[in-house]
């Protein structure tokens, strides 16, 4: 009998060592919350869900505008959706995004990318299905991936962002660490 328990809490131990070494971090950025703080727009839950929940709430149309978001379908590959920040227009058939957790950057998901490219593939040239910029190869990348649409954040319309202050990550003196000072100071209170 000890041996049976020996050997099962052995491999209790390592099923949990490979579940830890596979796992995303705690502190990766998923784009939901990313999308919603760069654009004020109120949506919570899934990113596929975004676009039917935007319905009423928020402009939404085909093309893409600056600080739209873009609201990608769920699909086998991809089965929560994404959503990602429309940054510039570059063309009638290129736009640049930022997101989070799209590419994993020296081995890592959750982080964020700006200025990312993305092409509209569609036949129609409706933004029904585009690639995305995808780091690791360093280039388009290889799966196509269907839109439903981008989700606009009517500021001065229906739904403007009252007190809506850019996030902490979109400044250009942030850095890792700012403000820890002041949180550690008010621990000591």
């Known amino acids: 009998m000890p041996v049976r328990?020996?050997?099962?809490?052995?491999?209790?131990?390592?099923?949990?060592?490979?579940?830890?070494?596979?796992?995303?971090?705690?502190?990766?950025?998923?784009?939901?919350?990313?999308?919603?703080?760069?654009?004020?727009i109120e949506i919570y839950g899934n990113a596929k869900t975004?676009?039917?929940q935007a319905?009423?709430?928020?402009?939404?149309g085909q093309e893409p505008r600056e600080g739209a978001v873009m609201a990608f379908a769920?699909?086998?590959?991809?089965?929560?959706?994404?959503?990602a920040v429309v940054e510039k227009i570059v063309g009638d058939r290129e736009i640049?995004?930022?997101?989070s957790n799209w590419s994993p950057i020296h081995g890592r998901r959750g982080q964020i990318e700006r200025n990312v490219r993305v092409v509209d593939v569609s036949d129609a040239g409706d933004?029904?299905?585009?690639?995305?910029?995808?780091?690791?190869?360093?280039?388009?990348?290889?799966?196509t991936n269907p839109v439903q649409g981008f989700i606009y954040p009517n500021a001065g319309g229906d739904?403007?962002?009252?007190?809506?202050?850019?996030?902490?990550?979109?400044?250009?003196?942030?850095?890792?660490?700012?403000g820890l000072e002041l949180v550690a100071a008010s621990l000591g209170n």
């Open 5 to 40: 328990r020996f050997f099962g809490a052995a491999a209790a131990s390592l099923l949990m060592l490979a579940g830890l070494m596979t796992s995303t971090p705690a502190a990766a950025l998923q784009c939901v919350p990313f999308a919603r703080a760069e654009t004020g």
């Open 50 to 52: 975004w676009w039917a």
């Open 55 to 60: 319905a009423g709430d928020y402009d939404r």
């Open 74 to 83: 769920g699909t086998r590959g991809m089965p929560l959706g994404h959503v």
């Open 96 to 99: 640049l995004i930022s997101h």
């Open 127 to 143: 933004w029904s299905l585009v690639r995305v910029w995808y780091a690791p190869i360093g280039d388009l990348g290889t799966r």
């Open 159 to 178: 739904n403007p962002r009252p007190g809506y202050d850019e996030p902490v990550w979109a400044k250009n003196d942030w850095k890792p660490g700012n």
